[in-house]
């Protein structure tokens, strides 16, 4: 089984920025996919950014793009998401996801996996 723990979310301004952490266990990081997954209030969640297994693959959801920054540590077994200018449409919790197929991480709830998220809020 893998767990996965999200944290670093907080209250942060707009144009500020956070560094998301997602702690993965009970298995090697380097045998998953992982992607980062947003829900704001009565929306739908969707995937923010991912990192494929190999860790040579990423891909952003448009409202991120050049803001937001996916990146891993195989030796810490942990996932980043890295948010800079950060908007008021960026706030929501925030989940961290793993599968073994890329294209699985992608859709939005097709990992196997899920932490219970961390919330962020964007706000002055």
């Known amino acids: 089984q893998v767990q996965l723990v999200e944290s670093g979310g907080g209250l942060v301004q707009p144009g500020g920025s956070l560094r998301l952490s997602c702690a993965v266990s009970?298995?090697?990081?380097?045998?998953?996919?992982m992607g980062w997954f947003r829900q704001a209030p009565g929306k739908e969640r969707f995937v923010v950014a991912a990192?494929?297994?190999?860790?040579?693959?990423?891909t952003y959801g448009d409202s991120v793009k050049g803001r937001f920054t996916i990146s891993r540590d195989i030796a810490k077994n942990t996932v980043y998401l890295q948010m800079n200018s950060l908007k008021p449409e960026d706030t929501g919790v925030y989940y961290c996801?793993?599968?073994?197929?890329?294209?699985?991480?992608?859709?939005?709830?097709?990992?196997?996996?899920w932490g219970k998220g961390t919330l962020v809020t964007v706000s002055s």
């Open positions: 990192i494929s297994r190999s860790g040579v693959s990423t």
């Open positions: 009970g298995r090697t990081l380097s045998n998953y996919a």
């Open positions: 996801a793993a599968d073994t197929n890329y294209n699985q991480v992608l859709q939005r709830y097709g990992a196997d996996y």
